[in-house]
């Protein structure tokens, strides 16, 4: 049977409006039913801007959350596949941009949002979390300064934790093999986008957890590093798992995350933060031919002081030499009693 109201949806309830009394009755799924077609077809593709609140990740990995402005609230959902996806940890409070599509529950005349993407809503929002973030763990206290470690001093086995390619690797082995070359250990991470968080955390914890004496040598010091970027690049390295594995960490570590003007909460939680990666392995380990040279002088240093040691006792020795009396002085007088004794014995046997 061909259908009476060959239009779209609201064109339908549109002529049943006009009709009156003389419409059709719906039931109640009826009309969910044509409301579900009505919102799915028509914001079949959303981005919506809000507020997160009531985060909460279930144990099957899928994500319920609402989002919220000062007017409203929907309800939004996240599959777990999408989740895993998220380059940052959301949070209640912050202000993202999610992009999926509405959907409705026809028997509670419901409709959510099922996110498919979302993102931080621009630098400022970043910045809020940010701010939110460092003062959460400086309460804690992984930031205070009697948790930093003096950086030993030529370390023999150095890990890295950065990406395997790119300059970064580079410019540290480079660098490296010019002022001390030195064993190092590199743990090839992602320094950007979904789960490069996770893996950060999980070499740190990876270096600290290698037992001394063991096949793999245990650093004795530890360089996270990345190139530079925009604070959404930079962002895995403010992550709340990143920084608690940084500051948990046994061995010393140096933060080189971005350039000179980049911070990161990584950077408080570290022992050391350098401006750059290069300037990391500067720090790292001093110049060889420089310490060759300063060896050399500290031996020349002790090899003069000891000769003016020895020269000065001798010219204390002669000196006392020559206030004591000659050995003719000394030994005279007994000689001439020796020989007049022995002349006193001559005659006597005569």
Same mark, same amino acid.
């Given at each position: ?143 205070? %300064? ?115 003007? +980049? ?58 030499? %020559? ?22 014995? +001559?005659?006597?046997?005569?």
């Amino acid at each position: 049977m061909p259908d009476p109201y060959p239009y779209d949806e609201s064109s339908r309830l549109v002529a049943e409006e006009i009709a009156g009394d003389n419409a059709l009755a719906l039931s109640v799924g009826e009309l969910s039913l044509k409301l579900k077609r009505m919102v799915e077809g028509e914001f079949g593709h959303v981005r919506l801007r809000g507020e997160i609140s009531g985060y909460k990740r279930a144990t099957s990995g899928h994500v319920y959350m609402s989002l919220k402005d000062e007017n409203a609230v929907i309800d939004a959902v996240m599959w777990k596949g999408a989740a895993n996806t998220l380059p940052f940890q959301p949070q209640d409070g912050i202000e993202v941009i999610a992009t999926g599509r509405l959907t409705t529950f026809p028997g509670r005349s419901k409709y959510q949002i099922v996110v498919e993407r979302m993102e931080l809503a621009g630098a400022g929002a970043l910045m809020a979390l940010f701010e939110k973030l460092k003062a959460k763990l400086a309460g804690e206290g992984l930031f205070d %300064r009697d948790r930093k470690r003096a950086l030993p001093f030529m370390p023999p086995v150095i890990g890295v934790v950065t990406s395997p390619t790119g300059a970064v690797i580079r410019d540290i082995l480079h660098r490296l093999e010019d002022r001390c070359p030195t064993h190092v250990i590199v743990w090839p991470v992602k320094v950007q986008g979904a789960g490069s968080a996770e893996e950060v955390a999980a070499a740190v914890r990876g270096f600290d957890a290698i037992q001394p004496g063991g096949p793999v040598p245990r650093p004795d010091l530890v360089i996270v590093a990345r190139g530079g970027g925009s604070i959404e690049d930079l962002w895995s390295f403010n992550e709340e798992i990143v920084v608690r594995a940084v500051a948990d960490c046994a061995i010393p570590i140096i933060s080189a995350v971005g350039h000179e003007t +980049d911070t990161t909460l990584c950077d408080y939680a570290a022992d050391l933060r350098a401006p750059t990666p290069t300037a990391a392995a500067e720090i790292a380990v001093p110049v060889l031919a420089d310490l060759r040279l300063t060896v050399a002088s500290h031996r020349q240093r002790t090899e003069r002081c000891a000769r003016r040691y020895v020269e000065r006792g001798r010219e204390r020795l002669e000196a006392m030499a %020559r206030l004591l009396p000659k050995r003719d002085q000394l030994l005279g007088p007994q000689r001439q009693r020796a020989d007049e004794a022995g002349a006193r014995l +001559d005659r006597g046997l005569e």
